[in-house]
């Protein structure tokens, strides 16, 4: 009977056991779907909307050219996919272009303020993304009166004739999460990109767009150094721009025509230990962006007298001791090592039309140099007349009148011509001598 029992309750928890098995497998099933149905709408990624006005109902059309006011060709057609695979491709259109009410709209109400905020979400802090901060540092640098609102596809030329600084688009543009320069980088990094990843992350859109936007973390910055560069010498090796720039004298607050010291920068920063570096790639080197802004957004540059400037002669030693530069720069014995002038105008050869004979040179430790020698000079340069003309010559060869003699004994061994001459007489004395001698005694 007791036997019976057991086996009944065995059998019963067996049954129960079964079923909370079977629920658990239930369950499991239901979650793996979900997460599948949920993975599989990740990877096939559904292309970016940020339309919610309709504006490529018109603009993704293509042929929509005109010629504008100015008599310049221009077109309203964007390239869809080439938008929604750009930096700005989730931002809506009217997240810009605030002053659109009605279609069609007249050009001047497509007016763009980089300081305005968008409706994406920045990452890390989950408020609306702005440029704000980037455009109050920029406000207040040297470039501070170009452009970064009022910004239109119609006023370009007018922009770029009449603005003395650069403008936020003049340096950056949408570009594509990895652009045309990248490819070959990204390339290189992720030749497995089709053959694995798109085991799983498949279509255009992952790989253009998301893909992109992810990948281009691996990479690392959009920008290097050289691009750094290449981006402040669109102005800067200009000469003819440069040569138009003024600028506010510190003691008379006047403005006055820059000088050929900046009107050279790129010039004399490209001869420097620096500007050759990474001119052969080499990323230890230095680049404008790195002294110039140092911190913050990269966009606060200041004149050297400012001082708040990182080039000002107080900040010098910080900055040239910058995490992966001279950590040594700060010690006090090397005050003058970060006084070196980058810009030297002494590293321009004098034959340079923009400064042949610049005052400045005559600053220079060359020129001090220069002059206490020159007394040296003045010595050899006579010691070399005297040898061209009343130098020992011997087979058409000159010899120094002094040292000349022992330079031959000494370190080509041969006798010189002077006392060959002398012991040949001192040997006729001799022999005459003797004869004279010989015959007293005849």
Request: aromatic share 8%.
């Given at each position: ?30 979650l793996m779907t979900a997460i ?127 603005a003395a600084d650069p403008s ?275």
């Amino acid at each position: 009977m007791a036997g019976s029992l057991h086996r009944s309750v065995e059998e019963g928890e067996a049954v129960k056991a079964g079923y909370c098995l079977k629920r658990l497998q239930l369950i499991e099933i239901f979650l793996m779907t979900a997460i599948y149905v949920g993975f599989s709408q990740i990877v096939n990624s559904a292309e970016r909307h940020p339309d919610p006005d309709g504006c490529f109902s018109c603009h993704a059309l293509e042929g929509l050219d005109y010629i504008d006011k100015h008599g310049v060709l221009r077109s309203a057609s964007i390239d869809k996919k080439h938008y929604y695979s750009s930096l700005h491709g989730s931002v809506p259109c009217k997240d810009c272009h605030r002053k659109i009410r009605n279609y069609p709209h007249a050009v001047e109400n497509v007016e763009v303020n980089c300081a305005e905020s968008c409706h994406v979400e920045e990452p890390s802090e989950g408020e609306p993304y702005s440029h704000k901060y980037v455009v109050k540092e920029y406000e207040s640098s040297v470039h501070g009166e170009g452009w970064s609102k009022g910004l239109t596809g119609g006023n370009r030329l007018k922009e770029a004739n009449q603005a003395a600084d650069p403008s936020c688009r003049y340096c950056h543009s949408n570009e594509l999460y990895i652009g045309e320069a990248e490819l070959p980088k990204f390339k290189a990094s992720f030749d497995h990109l089709d053959s694995e990843c798109g085991s799983c992350h498949q279509g255009e859109v992952w790989l253009g767009q998301f893909g992109g936007h992810i990948l281009r973390r691996f990479i690392g910055s959009r920008w290097d150094k050289n691009d750094h560069n290449r981006m402040c010498n669109k102005c800067h090796a200009d000469h003819q721009r440069m040569a138009e720039v003024e600028l506010e004298n510190a003691e008379t607050r006047e403005k006055e025509k820059a000088g050929p010291r900046f009107i050279l920068a790129s010039d004399s920063y490209a001869t420097t230990l620096h500007g050759r570096l990474l001119e052969t790639e080499v990323m230890q080197g230095a680049s404008c962006i790195d002294c110039h802004a140092p911190t913050g957004f990269r966009h606060g540059v200041l004149r050297d007298e400012n001082s708040k400037a990182s080039t000002h002669a107080d900040n010098l030693a910080e900055t040239c001791a910058q995490s992966g530069c001279h950590g040594y720069a700060t010690h006090p014995l090397n005050h003058r090592f970060v006084k070196t002038d980058i810009h030297d105008i002494d590293m321009i050869p004098a034959v340079n039309d923009i400064a042949p004979r610049d005052p400045s040179r005559l600053e220079s430790s060359w020129i001090k140099a220069l002059i206490a020698l020159l007394p040296i000079v003045v010595v050899l340069g006579i010691g070399s007349l005297l040898w061209h003309f009343r130098g020992n010559k011997k087979r058409g060869v000159t010899y120094a009148v002094f040292g000349g003699d022992a330079f031959q004994e000494k370190m080509i061994g041969r006798k010189p011509k002077a006392k060959i001459k002398k012991h040949t007489s001192q040997n006729s004395v001799v022999e005459k001598q003797a004869a004279d001698n010989e015959a007293h005694e005849n």
